[in-house]
């Protein structure tokens, strides 16, 4: 991490960009997502110090999208005590339009609302780990400026069904439309530099570059495509797959992304298994409302024709997308059951009993996905 921050791509040193500027800000991710800032924060104030900033110049915008339920208490969990105390950190709230300024439309047609005290500061510090992600190609980078800090009207509109529906909107494809809006969005902002780390199966930085906020994340976005994707030989009968541990496996919500792994190796008999812990349940009322009010085929046809987009309707489209041709057995504590199954999936205590329950036959061929959405498949 110290080596890439010393070797930015296409733009100085951090430390150079400090010295004209006149404040900065640190956007981070939130507590879904693994990265270790108690590492890499002391490592960017650092070099903003170098370059003549004081603490007090410098805030923490913590870019929760459309997440909700982001307290202090998450923060201080990845940040430890005394970083906390010691920083003005902002938890970005996407419908406070106090928040928020309007910054024109996109060339997708997508209003761009952006956080204001983004918008103002001098220098913008992001970052993110980069993994494949199963919408827009790759986390991190310019997403955690669109949807991190975004409007929920803007989040919407990148977020439409029209853009997830899209064929390049899959695991490992960095040319999408989502990706797009999310770059363009980074003309916005003053000055932008980027911090991009991949991590392995540990949470352990293995890779990182720093530097131009899209040259140097799809460096990373290479790195990661070198070491996660895998070419299956044959169309799995059943797949047991996962969410990749925690942080990432909170919630059945972030699950839908271990669910997809697979997708693009099925066969129309293909059995999935989840696996995930989910200590924080289900997470988004409005994705389990909008998955048990009708069957997987009836909703699908309902997000399509909807005129305008609804939050969460993203997770639920790939969902019903996957849920239409392949069934889906999730692992997971007992108090959940009654969730995975008025979201039309099958519950089951144990891999033992979803392989059961699967109708597993001698001869079958079963896909393990252990690492979940770390890895990039294809036939």
Not at 137 to 156: D, E, M, N, R
Not at 236 to 256: E, K, M
Not at 277 to 297: K, Q, R, T, Y
Request: aromatic residues 4%; neutral net charge; charged residues 25%.
């Amino acid at each position: 991490m110290r080596t890439a921050l010393r070797n930015p791509v296409r733009l100085p040193r951090l430390r150079e960009l400090a010295r004209v500027s006149r404040c900065a800000v640190i956007v981070t991710c939130d507590k879904t997502r693994g990265v270790p800032s108690h590492t890499t924060i002391p490592a960017i104030l650092d070099e903003l110090r170098n370059g003549g900033m004081n603490t007090a110049q410098v805030k923490v915008v913590v870019a929760t999208g459309l997440h909700k339920g982001e307290t202090m208490a998450d923060v201080r969990e990845r940040l430890g005590g005394a970083l906390t105390d010691s920083l003005h950190i902002e938890i970005h709230d996407s419908d406070d339009e106090t928040q928020l300024t309007f910054l024109g439309r996109l060339s997708s047609g997508v209003p761009l609302y952006l956080d204001r005290a983004v918008i103002e500061s001098d220098l913008v510090v992001v970052e993110s780990t980069v993994e494949p992600h199963f919408f827009a190609g790759f986390t991190g980078g310019s997403k955690v400026i669109l949807p991190g800090v975004a409007g929920s009207q803007t989040i919407l509109g990148n977020h439409s069904w029209k853009n997830i529906d899209d064929p390049r909107s899959r695991y490992g494809n960095i040319e999408n439309p989502i990706r797009s809006d999310a770059d363009e969005s980074l003309c916005h902002l003053k000055r932008v530099f980027a911090l991009n780390l991949v991590l392995d199966s540990r949470k352990r930085m293995v890779h990182a570059t720093s530097g131009d906020p899209i040259a140097s994340f799809r460096k990373s976005a290479e790195a990661v495509t070198r070491h996660s994707h895998m070419r299956v030989q044959r169309r799995p009968d059943v797949v047991i797959t996962t969410n990749g541990g925690y942080p990432l496996d909170r919630d059945i919500y972030q699950c839908v992304k271990g669910i997809a792994v697979a997708e693009q190796v099925l066969h129309s008999g293909s059995r999935i298994i989840m696996v995930g812990e989910c200590v924080d349940g289900v997470a988004h009322d409005g994705f389990l409302n909008l998955m048990a009010s009708d069957s997987p085929d009836v909703l699908h046809e309902k997000i399509r024709r909807s005129s305008c987009a609804i939050p969460d309707q993203w997770e639920a489209q790939v969902l019903c997308r996957i849920l239409r041709q392949n069934p889906v057995w999730f692992v997971t504590r007992p108090e959940l059951r009654s969730e995975i199954e008025s979201m039309h999936m099958r519950y089951a205590p144990t891999v033992e009993q979803a392989l059961s329950s699967a109708g597993l036959s001698k001869g079958q061929h079963v896909l393990v996905v252990s690492h979940g959405p770390s890895t990039i498949l294809t036939k």
